[in-house]
């Protein structure tokens, strides 16, 4: 009998590849039950942690949500945004305008700043989607700026250097400054919670097939017939009261508004890129990474000075000339799983006539499509 040689392929067998599926397995619950556990004891943050480490934990959540936002935008629908700062601006001023001079409950204000921000997004999204790739994010920030320069001119809001909260506003969130603290810090929660929860539902549902796809390859999402122009217009209204609920809140942390803290492109979105980038874009775990690393560097680093800005701009390089899809991306090369569960199986768009039920269909395509999303 002749030996084998060499040259043989080399074949894992069954039994290996088993036993790595099995710790993969273990390694995705155990990362799932640890997110539960966190989510559970920030819940509960406000009998576990002191004023700052609450006020720390409250920013988090504010950046969290407009980090998810910008992800949802530039991650899945392709519309690389560099003025969400401007949605965030009009949540302020919306906020203030209805608390403090249309006498609104401050608590019913805050809802509605992000009703006034969804509206107001219906105008600016017949501008913005005409525009693609680089004019896109020069327009969006051209937006932005324009309705920073319309806010510095609205009589009553303080002109260009702003108007801090009246205390009564401020004392409907609590009648100490220890109260307010914790009042903030659970709305935050909340935010965040809900713009988590309701991005997860959209990306797991027929929508979120779409945008996965686009998100994988435009090309290809067309040709098995997603309406690209109609996602991209679901996800721009998606987002936009979201931004509004958080420059609501920004506001109630500041105690005030001004054109340039309100409406701060470094603040709201340079800083939002930053996070999504080095987190991981087109994932939903990359945000959480990104916002929870930004913060720790701002933190331990802040002292430093101009050099803290050079080691930011220093790390989102790096990573991104290692993965382009963030340091989640760089976790999946070794660890394929998925802590946040947003893919869909692809026996569930074997068949153009199952994907064209579950997508809105700009034309039909004849081929099989053999592709799994990834999360």
């Not at 999204?125 to 680089?134: T, V």
């Not at 340039?260 to 087109?282: C, K, L, P, Q």
């Not at 569930?348 to 053999?370: F, M, Q, Y």
Request: proline share 5%; glycine share 10%; aromatic share 10%.
């Amino acid at each position: 009998m002749s030996k084998p040689t060499a040259l043989a392929p080399n074949f894992p067998s069954a039994g290996r590849t088993a036993d790595k599926a099995d710790r993969l397995q273990l390694l995705t619950l155990a990362l799932r039950m640890l997110l539960v556990v966190a989510i559970v004891l920030l819940a509960a943050g406000p009998w576990l942690f002191d004023l700052n480490q609450l006020t720390l934990l409250t920013e988090f959540f504010t950046l969290l949500v407009l980090a998810l936002m910008w992800n949802l935008l530039a991650g899945y629908a392709d519309i690389v945004t560099v003025g969400q700062h401007g949605f965030v601006g009009v949540g302020a001023y919306a906020f203030f305008g209805l608390a403090v001079l249309a006498g609104v409950d401050p608590f019913l204000s805050i809802i509605l700043a992000a009703v006034i921000t969804a509206v107001l997004a219906v105008p600016a999204l017949l501008f913005i989607l005409r525009l693609r790739l680089a004019y896109l994010a020069v327009g969006t920030w051209v937006l932005a700026d324009v309705l920073s320069l319309i806010a510095g001119k609205l009589p009553g809001f303080g002109g260009g250097s702003g108007v801090s909260l009246p205390i009564s506003i401020a004392r409907a969130f609590g009648g100490s400054v220890s109260q307010r603290v914790v009042t903030l810090y659970i709305l935050a929660f909340i935010l965040a919670a809900a713009a988590l929860a309701a991005t997860w539902l959209l990306l797991r549902s027929r929508v979120g097939l779409g945008l996965t796809a686009m998100r994988d390859s435009e090309e290809g999402a067309k040709s098995v017939g997603v309406d690209v122009p109609r996602m991209r217009v679901m996800c721009f209204l998606w987002t936009a009261p979201f931004l509004g609920l958080a420059g609501a809140l920004v506001t109630l942390q500041k105690v005030r508004i001004a054109p340039s803290a309100s409406f701060s492109i470094t603040d709201w979105t340079i800083y939002i890129i930053f996070v999504v980038v080095i987190g991981g874009i087109g994932s939903l775990e990359g945000p959480i990474i990104g916002t929870a690393l930004f913060l720790l560097l701002r933190e331990y680093l802040a002292d430093f000075g101009a050099w803290y800005l050079i080691l930011l701009g220093a790390v989102s390089i790096g990573i991104i000339l290692i993965e382009p899809r963030g340091l989640w991306g760089v976790w999946r090369r070794f660890f394929p799983i998925d802590v946040i569960p947003v893919s869909h199986k692809s026996s569930a768009a074997t068949n153009p006539a199952d994907l064209g039920k579950a997508l809105p269909l700009e034309h039909s395509h004849p081929h099989r499509i053999e592709t799994e999303e990834k999360a």
